[in-house]
Antibody, heavy 120, light 107 residues
Framework: QVQLQESGPGLVKPSQTLSLTCTVS??????????WTWIRQPAGKGLEWIGR???????NYNPSLKSRVTISVDTSKNQFSLKLSSVTAADTAVYYC????????????WGQGTLVTVSS | DIQMTQSPSTLSASVGDRVTITCRAS??????LAWYQQKPGKAPKLLIY???SLESGVPSRFSGSGSGTEFTLTISSLQPDDFATYYC?????????FGQGTKVEIK
């Protein structure tokens, strides 16, 4: 059973960079036709796809966030990471990492989520 | 971008009721639609993929149908564990988007 776990600071100051890491266990991040993704959810609101990375390092980002987002992968640690720059209060949300099944286009395993608050 | 419109936004129902949630896409997405259940404080859980395929371990009272632009999620007999928020998710291009959610409440 694949498990994902987010980690990183829960509080980030405005204009700074939000950094999160997702650690994958129970399977290799390099195996299969999977994309490793980040999704966020502001309190009381819906889900927003941030971007994805393949084990090769190939990335795709949501156009609305593309200028501020970087997703990277470390296959040796079975981890992938999110950096979101120039954050504002609007970036306050629960951030989830999830596995995306590339051939069928759905998210089958999710992390528990981590709340990131942007505040001075 | 493809917009997904879910209806209703909120649904009040009783245990044992048959419940239907609709998701409409702004353009055709073939059968590339998934449904998720989310409970407060928890991550979404996959229920249905490719419009009508039931994820392993999900009770058979959940079913999905549709193709093109209109899709439905049906719960044949609502159980206490089913009170939650449900989201649809589409794939048509690299950008995947979710519906705004349908909250199923106890009547």
């Amino acid at each position: 059973q694949v498990q994902l776990q987010e980690s990183g600071p829960g509080l980030v100051k405005p204009s700074q960079t939000l950094s999160l890491t997702c650690t994958v266990s129970g399977g290799s991040i390099s195996s299969g036709s999977y994309y490793w993704t980040w999704i966020r959810q502001p309190a009381g609101k819906g889900l927003e796809w941030i971007g994805r990375i393949y084990a090769s390092g190939s990335t795709n980002y949501n156009p609305s966030l593309k200028s501020r987002v970087t997703i990277s992968v470390d296959t040796s640690k079975n981890q992938f990471s999110l950096k979101l720059s120039s954050v504002t209060a609007a970036d306050t949300a629960v951030y989830y990492c999830a596995r995306y099944v590339g051939a069928q286009y759905y998210f089958d395993f999710w992390g528990q989520g981590t709340l990131v608050t942007v505040s001075s | 971008d493809i917009q997904m419109t879910q209806s209703p936004s909120t649904l009040s129902a009783s245990v044992g009721d048959r419940v239907t949630i609709t998701c409409r896409a702004s353009q055709s997405i073939s059968s590339w639609l998934a449904w998720y259940q989310q409970k407060p404080g928890k991550a979404p859980k996959l229920l249905i993929y490719k419009a009508s395929s039931l994820e392993s371990g999900v009770p058979s009272r959940f079913s999905g149908s549709g193709s093109g632009t209109e899709f439905t999620l049906t719960i044949s007999s609502l159980q206490p564990d089913d009170f939650a928020t449900y989201y649809c998710q589409q794939y048509n291009s690299i950008l995947t988007t979710f519906g705004q959610g349908t909250k199923v409440e106890i009547k």
